[in-house]
């Protein structure tokens, strides 16, 4: 299926894009490419291919899920301006 240039004007259009006249031939032939690029992969045969979560079918690492840093939140609520029951107390905003 190759797009012509009324076709891709009616595209910008609908699109809402702003293609001027030097652009519009580089745009239909990168369009008409990508069309052929799908074209080309759709007729490959892939009945017989089973679908893949990765290509190399990998399972991947998981790092061990330790503590990385120590807890400050003692430190960081004793500087804050109002806590109550280890919660930071803020103005209301809504009434």
Same mark, same amino acid.
């Given at each position: 299926? *190759?797009?012509?240039?009324? &076709? #891709? =004007?009616?595209? @910008? /259009?609908?699109?809402?894009?702003?293609?001027?006249?030097?652009?519009?031939?580089?745009?239909?032939?990168?369009?008409?490419?990508?069309?052929?690029?799908?074209?080309?992969?759709? *007729?490959?045969?892939?009945? &017989? #291919? =089973?679908?893949? @979560? /990765?290509?190399?079918?990998?399972?991947?690492?998981?790092?061990?899920?330790?503590?990385?840093?120590?807890?400050?939140?003692?430190?960081?609520?004793?500087?804050?301006?109002?806590?109550?029951?280890?919660?930071?107390? #803020?103005?209301?905003?809504?009434?």
């Amino acid at each position: 299926m *190759a797009l012509e240039r009324s &076709d #891709v =004007e009616k595209i @910008a /259009h609908l699109a809402r894009l702003g293609l001027d006249e030097a652009e519009l031939p580089r745009t239909t032939e990168t369009l008409n490419s990508i069309l052929g690029l799908v074209d080309a992969m759709q *007729a490959v045969d892939t009945q &017989d #291919v =089973e679908p893949l @979560a /990765h290509p190399l079918e990998a399972t991947q690492r998981l790092r061990a899920d330790l503590v990385a840093e120590e807890n400050h939140r003692d430190a960081y609520q004793a500087i804050a301006p109002a806590v109550e029951s280890g919660l930071y107390l #803020v103005p209301k905003v809504i009434e």
